[in-house]
């Protein structure tokens, strides 16, 4: 029943821990990973476009999308697994 997640997130697990990794990228989070610990996470991209006009269309869609992501990311926190600090 849980085969995905034991090949594909319980055994990267397993071997972060037993050769001292401290992270783990399990992708794209969604819903059924944020229920399971792996919890969303920002993350910096740096890029550089020859033509100017890409490049500012390219930054547009990217501050739209970051607006999205932001609030996908505090939907997921309230899927977490672990306890807060709060209670």
């Known amino acids: 029943k849980f085969l995905y ?3 594909t997130f319980y055994q990267a697990i ?3 821990l037993a050769h001292g990794q401290k992270f783990v990228d399990a992708g794209p989070i969604g819903q ?3 229920a399971r610990g792996f919890l ?3 993350v910096c991209h740096a890029h550089w476009f020859r033509n100017p006009g ?3 269309l390219i930054s547009e869609g990217l ?3 970051s607006r999205v992501i932001g609030q996908e990311q505090a939907t997921l926190m309230q ?3 672990y ?3 709060s209670g």
Do not use: C, H, I, T
């Open 5 to 7: 997640f034991e090949a």
């Open 14 to 16: 397993d071997y972060a």
């Open 32 to 34: 059924q990973k944020a």
């Open 40 to 42: 969303p996470a920002d």
């Open 54 to 56: 890409f490049g500012d």
């Open 63 to 65: 501050e739209k999308k």
């Open 79 to 81: 899927s977490s697994p």
């Open 83 to 85: 306890r807060s600090e």
